[in-house]
């Protein structure tokens, strides 16, 4: 098969369309004929050597879409010629992917591959650190850090959905006119305006930060009483102050979270719980997918690089080639 290799920890040129072995469904995986793939930001971090390892000859990729091509052992859920997207630990930038059959999702009859492959990573990270761990209810007050990214667009989308307020923090106007049509109340041009002081008066209950640094303070000032602050990235700088004072004043919550490294059990538990939470609002329009562009896996380089100048809203995917196929069946 062919796959999208990195030779060498650097920049986007190296990334190499190779000819690769194509892998074998192991007991309770099945074999995905990838038609589409999302791209990360996790994926540039991979390339780069950001996660402590040598990166030469891994395959990025943390979420396709496609059709099951073979069952492994023991694989009973799904059967040949069904459409799936999944979120994977890996290897997604390939004709070919072998996924444990519990982390895939039906592509609902209303979407297309690209659209579908945009959805297991932003779904399954909002859902697992916005909903289930930051606990946001109906009616409380929600903020999103990068309204405008792949999870921004979808946490702003499943908190309406869920009856909670949402608010966003956004690069430029036309961004943040985009997060306010998705259903934000207010989205904040960071570039022109203090956030914090432009959400002066709203007590937020849950925030969803992706940028940490000098964000952190102005956080923790703008929650409100037993609020939750949630990390998952901390884009521009690791480090934060932290006015203990103010955690104990208002029984503040800090946590964060990675999706990447959890345990098969745990992803599988999750993805059944979005397929039953979630999935429906995917067929009734309560939640869509936001594509920025595609491009066929080869131009993978280029895709990151669109992907790191931060112009884009709402996902990148790169689309793989395929002869044709008999129509697949879908969720």
Same mark, same amino acid.
């Given at each position: 098969?062919?796959?999208?290799?990195?030779?060498?920890?650097?920049?986007?040129?190296?990334?190499?369309?190779?000819?690769?072995?194509?892998?074998?469904?192991?007991?309770?995986?099945?074999?995905?004929?990838?038609?589409?793939?999302?791209?990360?930001?996790?994926?540039?971090?991979?390339?780069?050597?950001?996660?402590?390892? &040598?990166?030469?000859?891994?395959?990025? *990729?943390? $979420?396709?879409?496609? =059709?099951?091509?073979?069952? !492994?052992? %023991?694989?009973?859920?799904?059967?040949?010629?069904?459409?799936?997207?999944?979120?994977?630990s890996g290897g997604g930038y390939a004709e070919y992917v072998a996924v444990d059959e519990r982390h895939c999702l039906p592509v609902p009859a209303n979407l297309s591959f690209i659209e579908a492959a945009s959805l297991p990573e932003t779904i399954l990270t909002v859902w697992s650190t916005v909903f289930r761990w930051g606990h946001l209810a109906k009616g409380e007050n929600f903020l999103v850090h990068g309204g405008s990214s792949g999870i921004g667009v979808t946490a702003i989308q499943l908190a309406k959905a869920f009856g909670a307020n949402a608010y966003a923090t956004?690069?430029?106007?036309?961004?943040?006119?985009?997060?306010?049509?998705?259903?934000?109340?207010?989205?904040?041009?960071?570039?022109?305006? &203090?956030?914090?002081?432009?959400?002066? *008066?709203? $007590?937020?209950?849950? =925030?969803?930060?992706?940028? !940490?640094? %000098?964000?952190?303070?102005?956080?923790?000032?703008?929650?409100?009483?037993?609020?939750?602050?949630?990390?998952?990235?901390?884009?521009?700088?690791?480090?934060?102050?932290?006015?203990?004072?103010?955690?104990?004043?208002?029984?503040?919550?800090?946590?964060?979270?990675?999706?990447?490294?959890?345990?098969?059990?745990?992803?599988?538990?999750?993805?059944?719980?979005?397929?039953?939470?979630?999935?429906?609002?995917?067929?009734?329009?309560?939640?869509?997918?936001?594509?920025?562009?595609?491009?066929?896996?080869?131009?993978?380089?280029?895709?990151?690089?669109?992907?790191?100048?931060?112009?884009?809203?709402?996902?990148?995917?790169?689309?793989?080639?395929?002869?044709?196929?008999?129509?697949?069946?879908?969720?």
């Amino acid at each position: 098969m062919k796959a999208i290799t990195i030779t060498h920890p650097g920049d986007s040129s190296v990334l190499t369309l190779q000819e690769q072995a194509t892998p074998k469904p192991a007991s309770g995986q099945v074999l995905i004929r990838v038609r589409a793939v999302g791209v990360n930001r996790s994926d540039i971090h991979q390339r780069t050597g950001g996660y402590g390892a &040598d990166p030469s000859g891994q395959i990025p *990729g943390l $979420e396709v879409a496609g =059709i099951v091509e073979a069952c !492994g052992p %023991d694989a009973n859920r799904w059967q040949v010629g069904d459409a799936v997207c999944a979120l994977i630990s890996g290897g997604g930038y390939a004709e070919y992917v072998a996924v444990d059959e519990r982390h895939c999702l039906p592509v609902p009859a209303n979407l297309s591959f690209i659209e579908a492959a945009s959805l297991p990573e932003t779904i399954l990270t909002v859902w697992s650190t916005v909903f289930r761990w930051g606990h946001l209810a109906k009616g409380e007050n929600f903020l999103v850090h990068g309204g405008s990214s792949g999870i921004g667009v979808t946490a702003i989308q499943l908190a309406k959905a869920f009856g909670a307020n949402a608010y966003a923090t956004a690069g430029t106007d036309d961004k943040c006119a985009f997060c306010e049509q998705l259903g934000a109340i207010n989205c904040i041009n960071y570039r022109n305006e &203090d956030f914090e002081k432009a959400l002066d *008066g709203v $007590e937020i209950n849950v =925030i969803l930060d992706m940028v !940490g640094g %000098d964000y952190t303070p102005k956080n923790l000032r703008l929650l409100a009483t037993d609020g939750r602050l949630m990390f998952i990235n901390a884009m521009q700088g690791a480090d934060s102050q932290i006015h203990i004072p103010t955690l104990m004043q208002k029984r503040i919550t800090i946590s964060g979270s990675m999706l990447k490294p959890r345990d098969a059990n745990f992803k599988a538990a999750l993805t059944a719980d979005i397929e039953k939470q979630v999935w429906p609002l995917l067929t009734t329009g309560q939640i869509k997918p936001i594509v920025y562009r595609s491009l066929p896996l080869a131009e993978a380089g280029k895709a990151q690089d669109l992907m790191a100048s931060s112009e884009h809203i709402g996902k990148i995917i790169l689309e793989v080639p395929t002869k044709t196929t008999p129509q697949p069946r879908r969720g």
